[in-house]
């Protein structure tokens, strides 16, 4: 295999690798997918027609292969860590709800760091008039979010 070829792969598996492994930028994968399957779809065809080429050509779909894999794995991590987070600030809300009768207007009230849950997680919380919402961003959806229904008790998904 050429110099340039790996080096072309590995510039672009790194620019796949630092757009899609940022929260939230799962959708990113869903819209490259059909592009990848048309790349395995013609180095397979190219394996078959020139037995030559199938070591290299193999070893380049299984850099990608592993690629989609991997940013496939972080973001369904970001993905079901966020909302498990989520869950527990809702418990500590509702906590403080039954035990108080009201909501509380910020999440240091129930004792959570508000800011790391912003930094780290993008989960929001704000109170206003007895109003309360909770949300968090969906990994696979662009502009999507997650929001907590108080009053039918239930996550929803909206898309902005």
């Given at each position: 295999m050429k110099k340039s070829d790996w080096i072309k792969t590995v510039v672009l598996v790194t620019i796949l690798l630092f757009l899609t492994l940022q929260k939230g930028s799962g959708?990113?994968?869903?819209?490259?997918?059909?592009?990848?399957?048309?790349?395995?779809?013609?180095?397979?065809?190219?394996m078959i027609r020139?037995?030559?080429?199938?070591?290299?050509?193999?070893?380049?779909?299984?850099?990608?292969?592993?690629t989609f894999a991997l940013a496939g794995a972080v973001q369904s991590y970001w993905s079901t860590a966020s909302q498990k987070h989520a869950d527990l600030v809702l418990t500590k809300v509702l906590a403080h709800k039954a035990r108080t009768g009201s909501y509380p207007t910020a999440l240091s009230e129930v004792g959570v760091d508000e800011q790391y849950l912003k930094e780290?997680?993008?989960i929001r919380y704000w109170g206003k008039e007895?109003?309360?919402?909770l949300v968090y961003p969906a990994t696979f959806m662009p502009l999507g979010l997650y929001e907590y229904d108080f009053e039918a008790s239930r996550w929803r998904q909206n898309a902005y």
């Open positions: 959708f990113l994968l869903i819209l490259m997918l059909p592009l990848f399957l048309i790349y395995v779809l013609y180095h397979a065809v190219r020139r037995p030559e080429e199938r070591k290299n050509r193999g070893i380049r779909l299984a850099v990608w292969a592993i780290k997680w993008r007895g109003v309360p919402m």
